[in-house]
């Protein structure tokens, strides 16, 4: 063996051996923190890297959230932030992770939070990746990069942006807006009407709304519709299957599909 294979074996031992010893153990910090809510009208939620569930909570007057910080380095612990603040009727909770560029094996850094805010309240989320689970809020307007999502109770209108992952959407009072890139999308129990602005991939369920339901383009994935009160059209569509079931109202998909 040359200096050179040689000099190369040793480097490829040291880049397989780094990851493992990195992931081996995962540090762990609680952080908590309460905002008064009593007149807020709207609560914004920067959340990054992690799970996220929020739960509206019937006869509080404040803004609670748990959570766990979790890296895989010990002094990365020290870079995740929890911020909540209030500014007129808005109370923030915004997460900070500071960019950092490793070269040589796996960067862990996530918060994992729990976050409790009064029924009455408005919700306002942006978040970068990890599981989220949303209910009982008035309203929601969601911005999420990637992660299964599930949204359940909305009492009001209900906006989402969804990236990628499995979304999940049930009993919702107002209008639905949708925009989905991948992964499933499903939608059931709506007492107003629902858009879906664009689909790029993945399936699409929906069933059980009282007006209509707009689709206005799907790439691929099947398309499945039942017990719809109002139309149901479909503008734009690219591969998949579109299974009709009981629409109350005019059906429209395109005949060049």
Do not use: C, W
Request: glycine fraction near 10%.
């Amino acid at each position: 063996m040359n200096a050179l294979t040689a000099s190369l074996a040793s480097l490829a031992l040291v880049l397989a051996a780094f990851p493992a010893r990195a992931g081996a153990q995962e540090h762990t910090a609680p952080r908590s923190a309460r905002v008064d809510a009593r007149g807020a009208s709207v609560v914004r939620v920067e959340a990054r890297a992690g799970t996220l569930r929020v739960e509206g909570r019937p006869g509080t007057a404040e803004v609670r959230v748990s959570g766990t910080a979790r890296a895989n380095r010990r002094e990365y612990l020290q870079e995740i932030r929890l911020v909540t603040e209030r500014h007129g009727d808005e109370v923030y909770v915004v997460v900070e992770i500071p960019e950092r560029t490793v070269f040589l094996g796996n960067l862990v850094r996530a918060l994992d939070l729990v976050i409790e805010v009064p029924e009455r309240m408005a919700l306002d989320v942006t978040d970068s990746s990890g599981e989220i689970v949303i209910r009982r809020v008035a309203s929601l307007r969601l911005d999420d990069s990637s992660g299964d999502v599930e949204i359940t109770d909305v009492a009001g209108v209900l906006r989402v942006n969804d990236n990628s992952g499995e979304l999940r959407i049930e009993r919702v009072g107002g209008d639905v807006r949708v925009a989905d890139s991948s992964g499933d999308l499903r939608i059931r129990d709506v007492r107003g009407g629902v858009v879906i602005d664009d689909d790029s991939s993945g399936d699409i369920e929906v069933r059980e709304v009282r007006r209509d339901v707009l689709v206005r383009e799907d790439s691929s994935g099947d398309i499945r519709v039942d017990g719809i009160g109002g139309s149901f059209t479909v503008t734009r569509d690219g591969t998949g299957e579109v299974r009709v079931g009981k629409v109350a109202g005019a059906v429209r998909i395109p005949r060049s599909r």
